[in-house]
């Protein structure tokens, strides 16, 4: 039942999260193209296409962290857990306590920040004039996201439903 | 420092030792200073986890990382491999060589090392076993050239300390070409020892016709570097917009003359890339709130004056700063020491005169080198999972070729002038 | 090189302040209406008896300019010398100093600021978000830096422009039929150098000071607008501080920053003699060229006076050209 349940949440996130990776990140490339296109053969230039690049960072960063968090793909210092594997267990545990309280801050004080945002009217992007607490909604929303993703892991280790090698983080 | 700044840092050392999140173990003590210690409206972390991801500079990290996948996805790296076998492939020792090329020329189009790792170490260890190489040579030199992946630019470490510096983007991976030159020659010339002392019989060297007929087929793989570095320095896009040119022409190359990859591939290597920059720009995020808290303290400057009456002398300064990163770099990943310490370290750079652009490439090399130290070698894991090896097995593997990378390091710590001279050439720098 | 900022530390102990005020600036204190901040801190230490320190942070300390500007609305931080263009985002009234030819001059910038039915509304317009304007300096009169000599609207057409990242900016250039790009300030130098960009929008003072003449040895004085500092304070700090304080507080802020406008005028007139020494070329544009400008604004003027107001606009303008 459970595990039903958490298959479809998941599978609605991570639904939601690619295809606004994917959109985000083509319309980042593609205005970043154009602009430089432009600039060199035309007497055009795409001046706001600095600020849909920034703002495409911006949401790729925070909603990322959401997926990253499903593919256990936050960077951590795992020297300890490496040199005493019995402490496995109990710092997955921590890890996932850290970002559960992680999680709920960025909800709460994200959304008192989008309030406050909100309620100021002069609060637009510098070139496109888009209204900024738009930006500023995505980080309660991230924070939600994460919250249960890191709940249906919590669960999901603590009674075993799978494995529970972690992934190593192999980025950089 | 006051004890409250000491537990601070406590609070981050224990934070990412009890395997917290990088980031996170950023974020909740830069909170805590700010709030409990400094006393602002706890509100202030959302603005600055806003705002420190509203930066131009930050799309090298995303779309370099997207074309390094998409290189992988496709067929480029392939070719890139093809193109230094035939190359030096016939030389003693020329099998490595070719891998040890082959990472040069993967380093000039990805950004990171891990990446260098698993493109042409995962083909290049098997291939060197196959071959006759000695097993641990092989594993060896195939964990620690990928070091070019940061020593070569594009390079996201360097990317991200010229965002912390201000310094020219352009300029700092100028300074790698020739410490990447230097690397590969020194670990060429060692297989070249190592094999004729074990008297490796050699390849037959190649027919010209198949020389000729690799190049053409690599030819698209070839160009993307000189398209990368022929735009920036001829003026027609920024080394930060290189980054979408490269990626764009990945995928034109890929899909439409490769045709390694197919349409149905993009979501997948788009999400995953887009997910790989979310794990290291977040870091970049978390050391926002973290470095809030140090400014309003101005602990980096406290630790500067500190500094300033412990080391007569800028040498023995870096002595120190090269013995402390390579200790850093054993546990701690490039990005995040990399955005962590460089606000500390530039208040000092100032201090002792050390130029910027020598220190940056010093520290990456010196971090890069971390990448296959024990017991946290990202790249000792990858290597040992690929030749089916314990991290024991891999870490004595690596230690001639780290002791020759450790060498190096020494040798461009001291002498200036080899890393300083492109961007003198080039921009005129520092004169 | 040392500390760039050694030589700008207090000669004074900070640490009995009663009040401290958190003031900040993303430019280098070399620049005089930068450097005032100092000046401040000083005169205010001083006249207060030691009770308000203003811990003056330039070159981007605490942030970028949003970032700072945000802490400022939140109390983080209590003072901020703004550049125009940011400020602007703070209520849209401020933006009138950003449109071309408005206040153009040193002349019309005092009196501007020493006009109360012209500076009264500027000052008070961003009370709503608890954010007060406190007064004005600068950075110099605007014009083009750019690689090949320009002395005319044509010859500018051939020049690609790095303009500022706001919408006033862009709609001027626009208007004037004019190629641009809106880079980030670090990507400047490079981007001179190889070629991504053959002009600046900028001032002489700025482009001297930060080296951009090195390059671009051509300046056209085209002289559309005056490159500003707008000095903002949090109004709930201001109004917390015991009223003999605030009294003294403000008077030496009006005061140093009156002083400070007078030395950015002295101070642009050496840069650009320094940089004609170093073999900087300047332009002047003829009047009939400047009256292109502005007829060729008439857009920017008719869209922006909806967000200024259009009578303050007009007043402005009228009282500024008597
Ligand atoms: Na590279
Ligand atoms: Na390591």
């Not at chain 3, 204190?29 to 308000?52: K, L, M």
Request: glycine share 6%.
């Amino acid at each position: 039942m459970l595990k039903k349940l958490f298959r479809r949440i998941d599978a609605a996130f991570s639904f939601v999260e690619d295809w606004s990776l994917l959109i985000v990140v083509a319309v980042a490339l593609l205005s970043g193209l154009l602009n430089i296109i432009l600039r060199k053969a035309t007497p055009y230039s795409l001046y706001w296409s600095d600020e849909v690049i920034r703002k495409a960072i911006f949401f790729c960063t925070y909603i990322g962290c959401s997926a990253a968090i499903k593919q256990r793909a936050l960077i951590r210092i795992d020297a300890v857990p490496q040199i005493i594997p019995v402490s496995r267990k109990f710092f997955n545990v921590i890890n996932h306590l850290s970002v559960l309280v992680f999680s709920g801050m960025l909800t709460w004080l994200g959304w008192k920040m989008m309030v406050e945002v909100r309620a100021d009217e002069f609060a637009t992007t510098a070139t496109l004039q888009i209204p900024e607490w738009y930006f500023y909604a995505i980080l309660p929303i991230v924070g939600v996201m994460m919250f249960i993703r890191t709940v249906m892991l919590l669960t999901e280790d603590v009674f075993n439903l799978s494995g529970d090698d972690t992934q190593e983080a192999a980025n950089g | 420092m006051d004890s409250m700044q000491l537990m601070i840092m406590a609070l981050l050392l224990g934070a990412m030792a009890a395997t917290v999140p990088v980031f996170m173990a950023l974020f909740f003590t830069g909170l805590a200073g700010l709030t409990l210690i400094v006393g602002i409206d706890p509100q202030i972390v959302i603005e600055i986890l806003y705002r420190s991801m509203d930066k131009f500079a930050l799309i090298v990290v995303l779309f370099f990382v997207l074309c390094g996948n998409i290189m992988t996805t496709g067929s480029i790296v392939e070719k890139l491999i093809k193109t230094a076998d035939v190359l030096v492939g016939f030389l003693p020792g020329g099998l490595a060589m070719a891998g040890i090329l082959a990472c040069g020329f993967f380093g000039a189009i990805s950004g990171s090392t891990v990446a260098t790792v698993v493109a042409i170490g995962g083909f290049m260890i098997p291939a060197l076993i196959d071959h006759g190489y000695d097993e641990q040579f092989s594993i060896g030199v195939m964990t620690t050239a990928p070091i070019l992946g940061v020593i070569i630019p594009p390079s996201i470490a360097m990317i991200l300390y010229a965002m912390i510096t201000t310094d020219s983007l352009e300029a700092l991976f100028l300074t790698g070409f020739i410490p990447g030159f230097l690397i590969m020659a020194a670990m060429s010339f060692y297989a070249w020892w190592a094999c004729r002392r074990h008297g490796m019989a050699r390849r037959p060297r190649p027919q010209f016709k198949e020389v000729v007929s690799v190049l053409r087929q690599s030819i698209w793989a070839l160009m993307l570097p000189v398209i990368i570095f022929g735009g920036i320095y001829s003026g027609i896009f920024t080394a930060n917009e290189a980054a979408i040119v490269a990626c764009v022409y990945a995928f034109i190359v890929e899909l439409a003359i490769h045709r390694d990859m197919k349409i149905r591939d993009i979501k997948k290597v788009v999400v995953s890339s887009a997910v790989t920059s979310s794990t290291l720009l977040i870091i970049v995020a978390g050391a926002s709130v973290f470095g809030e808290y140090l400014t309003f303290e101005q602990i980096p400057d406290q630790i500067a004056q500190a500094a300033v009456s412990n080391f007569d002398s800028p040498w023995s300064f870096l002595l120190v700063v090269n013995v402390l990163l390579l200790f850093v770099g054993m546990f701690m990943d490039i990005i995040s020491a990399t955005i962590i310490l460089t606000p500390i370290f530039l208040p000092l750079l100032n201090q002792f005169g050390i130029d910027t652009l020598h220190f940056g490439l010093i520290m990456t090399l010196n971090l890069g080198i971390g990448y296959c130290t024990p017991p946290l070698g990202v790249s000792l894991f990858i290597s040992g999972a690929v030749a089916n090896r314990s991290m024991l097995y891999v870490a004595r593997a690596v230690l001639p070729f780290l002791a020759i990378q450790i060498a190096i390091l020494l040798l461009l710590t001291f002498w200036p002038d080899p890393v300083l001279l492109l961007p003198r050439l080039v921009f005129g720098y520092g004169q | 090189s040392g500390n760039p900022l050694a030589k700008w530390k207090p000669d004074f102990d900070p640490s009995g302040a009663e009040y401290t005020y958190l003031l900040s600036n993303v430019s280098h204190p070399a620049i005089e209406g930068v450097g005032v901040g100092y000046s401040i801190r000083d005169r205010v230490w001083q006249e207060t008896n030691g009770r308000i320190y203003v811990d003056f942070r330039p070159l981007s300390q605490l942030g970028g300019e949003k970032d700072v500007l945000r802490k400022l609305k939140m109390g983080a931080i209590q003072g901020m010398m703004s550049s125009s263009v940011a400020a602007a985002n703070l209520a849209p009234k401020l933006g009138i100093v950003n449109l071309p030819y408005v206040i153009d001059t040193f002349e019309k910038l005092d009196k501007f600021r020493e006009t109360p039915e012209l500076f009264t509304p500027f000052s008070e317009c961003g009370l709503k978000q608890k954010v007060r304007v406190l007064d004005i300096t600068g950075y110099g009169t605007y014009g083009w830096a750019t690689t090949k000599p320009v002395t005319n609207l044509d010859e500018a057409k051939d020049v690609i422009f790095r303009i500022a990242q706001a919408p006033v900016n862009a709609d001027i250039y626009r208007s004037w039929g004019l190629k641009f790009t809106a880079l980030p300030w670090p990507d400047v130098p490079q981007a001179l150098q190889t070629g991504v960009i053959t002009g600046l929008d900028h001032t002489p003072t700025v482009c001297n000071i930060t080296k951009k003449f090195e390059i671009a040895k051509y300046f056209t004085e085209v002289n559309y607008a005056q490159g500003l500092f707008i000095h903002m304070i949090n109004e709930r700090w201001l109004q917390k501080l015991p009223e003999d304080l605030r009294a003294t507080f403000l008077r030496v802020v009006a005061e140093e920053s009156a002083k400070a406008r007078q030395r950015t005028r002295a101070q642009q007139e050496a840069q650009i003699a320094a940089a004609k020494a170093n073999g900087v070329t300047f332009y002047a544009l003829s009047a009939n060229q400047k009256q292109k400008l502005v007829d060729l604004a008439a857009p920017v003027y008719k869209r922006w006076e909806e967000k200024i107001g259009a009578d303050y606009l007009a007043t402005v303008r009228a009282r500024l050209a008597e």
